[in-house]
């Protein structure tokens, strides 16, 4: 239940620490359960998933083309009317299978804050400045070798009210599909050295800290461009796919 | 267990509560033509472990068509009339969600027919999967159903409402929690 004054950030970074020194290695995933993150408490469910082999239709991803994405929706720094405040970015990576496989013309969505951590979002009170020229989402298709690319601005980190002075460290949000609908992945992109990272309980979620590491991009100045934006790379690796490298090329 | 030559995969995090403006789309919702021949809507609420309906869920279902085939065709975000078996619908302020689509049918003799489910929720840290299965006697056979204890079957079964729709209530946690699901290789 929620406390009736705010948790410090102390006592969040305690819990924190406990739970991680009672954590097993080698806990790759994303704990549901993870009281720190207070929004969670009620929201995990308390019951083991049921292990199950997936039928035809979770075999099948959704299939996204050319009809659905328009290739400027790569560009959050396109607006009719001027361009954003920031750090001009440019973001890139692939999209594997855990076989290392990539995935091929699949949809990637992305959603962030501006630069100052203001969301476009009407519930966001943060009382930093909304950019008129930023809306912050953007979509696009990966290609043969699995690649997705978005030009953008870096997102500045904000406050939340998870507990008092909690500050969100600068994410991306991505959301992205296999070429199974079991390997559904919804994920935030965060950025080298953030001095936020040990207090945020959304990201240390992950107890183990290699794992926390692969949602950190790395710094790519063969990406950045000459007197135009800086460049970061962030490879995705979505969970094995079930179907046989036969099966899948009949569906290709 | 992981395989040999198998890269972990990278670790979700939560959805958040600003994802309206990104993820949710008009035609997300509306697989099929509201009032065409052959459609039903598929309602209901999501709820948490206080009992209390959760404003700011995801949900994306995915679905054979009412002949059992599964679509493998573009677009699901731009429909332009297409059936792609693919939807999603946000919550609204009392944890409703509704889409417009068809009924699948089995995708093979004797099968149960369901849909795919995925669920994201600020405060759930990573997606979860269930099915919602179309009730009928072909439940009866399904292995994972009858692998369930009876009292929790029934939070994986659609109720018939009174429009010949289907109603579907998922619990994210306490009394009734629905049942999810991991899949071969999801455990990292």
Same mark, same amino acid.
């Given at each position: 239940?929620?406390?009736?004054?705010?948790? #410090?950030? *102390?006592?969040?970074? +305690?819990?924190?620490?406990?739970?991680? /020194?009672?954590?097993?290695?080698?806990?790759?995933?994303?704990?549901?359960?993870?009281?720190?993150?207070?929004?969670?408490?009620? &929201?995990?469910?308390?019951?083991?998933?049921?292990?199950?082999?997936?039928?035809?239709?979770?075999?099948?991803?959704?299939?996204?083309? $050319?009809?659905?994405?328009?290739?400027?929706?790569?560009?959050?720094?396109?607006?009719?009317?001027?361009?954003?405040?920031?750090?001009?970015?440019?973001?890139?990576?692939?999209?594997?299978?855990?076989?290392?496989?990539?995935?091929?013309? $699949?949809?990637?969505?992305?959603?962030?804050?501006?630069?100052?951590?203001?969301?476009?979002?009407?519930?966001?009170? %943060?009382?930093?400045?909304?950019?008129?020229?930023?809306?912050?989402?953007?979509?696009?298709?990966? +290609?043969?070798?699995?690649?997705?690319?978005?030009?953008?601005?870096?997102?500045?980190?904000?406050?939340?009210?998870?507990?008092?002075? /909690?500050?969100?460290?600068?994410?991306?949000?991505?959301?992205?599909?296999?070429?199974?609908?079991? $390997? &559904?992945?919804?994920?935030?992109?965060?950025?080298?050295?953030?001095?936020?990272?040990?207090?945020?309980?959304?990201?240390? =979620?992950?107890?183990?800290?290699?794992?926390? *590491?692969?949602?950190?991009?790395?710094?790519?100045?063969?990406?950045?461009? %000459?007197?135009?934006?800086?460049?970061?790379?962030?490879?995705?690796?979505?969970?094995? =796919?079930? @179907?046989?490298?036969?099966?899948?090329?009949?569906?290709? | 267990? *992981?395989?040999?030559?198998?890269?972990?995969?990278?670790?979700?995090? #939560?959805?958040?509560?600003?994802?309206? !403006?990104?993820?949710? !789309?008009? +035609?997300?919702?509306?697989?099929?033509?509201?009032?065409?021949?052959?459609?039903?809507?598929?309602?209901?609420?999501? !709820?948490?472990?206080?009992?209390?309906?959760?404003? +700011? @869920?995801?949900?994306?279902?995915?679905? @054979?068509?009412?002949?059992?085939?599964?679509?493998? #065709?573009?677009?699901?975000?731009?429909?332009?009339?297409?059936?792609?078996?693919?939807?999603?619908?946000?919550?609204?302020?009392?944890?409703?969600?509704?889409?417009?689509?068809?009924?699948?049918?089995?995708? *093979?003799?004797?099968?149960?027919?369901?849909? /795919?489910?995925?669920?994201?929720?600020?405060?759930?840290?990573?997606?979860?999967?269930?099915?919602?299965?179309?009730?009928?006697?072909?439940?009866?056979?399904?292995?994972?159903?009858?692998?369930?204890?009876?009292?929790?079957?029934?939070?994986?079964?659609?109720?018939?409402?009174?429009?010949?729709?289907?109603?579907?209530?998922?619990?994210?946690?306490?009394?009734?929690?629905?049942?999810?699901?991991?899949?071969?290789?999801?455990?990292?």
């Amino acid at each position: 239940m929620w406390p009736m004054t705010p948790a #410090t950030q *102390r006592s969040i970074s +305690d819990e924190i620490a406990q739970l991680h /020194a009672a954590a097993e290695p080698g806990e790759t995933r994303t704990r549901l359960d993870f009281a720190p993150y207070r929004s969670s408490t009620l &929201r995990h469910p308390t019951k083991q998933p049921l292990a199950v082999d997936p039928e035809e239709v979770e075999l099948a991803a959704p299939v996204f083309g $050319q009809s659905d994405v328009d290739p400027i929706e790569a560009d959050l720094t396109l607006h009719p009317q001027g361009e954003p405040i920031g750090e001009r970015m440019v973001v890139t990576g692939r999209v594997l299978d855990a076989d290392g496989r990539p995935v091929r013309g $699949q949809l990637v969505e992305i959603w962030q804050a501006n630069a100052a951590g203001r969301y476009v979002h009407k519930r966001d009170q %943060h009382p930093a400045p909304l950019d008129p020229h930023f809306h912050g989402a953007g979509r696009c298709l990966t +290609d043969d070798e699995g690649r997705y690319r978005f030009t953008t601005v870096k997102p500045g980190p904000y406050p939340w009210r998870n507990h008092d002075n /909690a500050w969100r460290p600068a994410h991306i949000h991505f959301s992205l599909f296999g070429r199974e609908f079991t $390997q &559904r992945l919804v994920t935030q992109m965060y950025f080298p050295g953030d001095p936020l990272f040990p207090l945020d309980p959304i990201f240390q =979620s992950i107890t183990d800290e290699q794992a926390r *590491r692969r949602l950190i991009a790395t710094y790519d100045h063969d990406v950045t461009t %000459h007197e135009w934006a800086t460049g970061y790379s962030w490879d995705i690796v979505l969970t094995g =796919s079930h @179907a046989t490298p036969m099966e899948e090329d009949d569906h290709a | 267990m *992981r395989e040999q030559g198998r890269s972990t995969p990278t670790p979700g995090q #939560t959805v958040g509560p600003f994802f309206h !403006y990104a993820l949710p !789309y008009d +035609d997300g919702p509306r697989l099929a033509p509201p009032g065409a021949a052959g459609t039903i809507r598929l309602h209901g609420t999501v !709820y948490d472990g206080a009992g209390a309906p959760v404003p +700011d @869920a995801l949900l994306e279902i995915r679905q @054979a068509d009412a002949a059992g085939r599964i679509p493998r #065709t573009e677009g699901s975000l731009r429909r332009d009339g297409r059936f792609t078996g693919w939807g999603r619908a946000a919550t609204d302020a009392a944890g409703r969600y509704a889409f417009t689509t068809v009924e699948p049918a089995p995708t *093979r003799d004797g099968a149960a027919a369901y849909f /795919a489910v995925t669920v994201f929720a600020r405060g759930l840290l990573d997606r979860v999967f269930t099915r919602i299965y179309i009730p009928g006697p072909a439940l009866d056979g399904d292995p994972l159903l009858t692998a369930l204890p009876e009292e929790r079957r029934g939070t994986l079964v659609a109720m018939r409402d009174s429009n010949g729709g289907l109603r579907h209530d998922i619990r994210l946690q306490g009394d009734g929690e629905t049942v999810f699901l991991t899949f071969p290789g999801h455990d990292g």
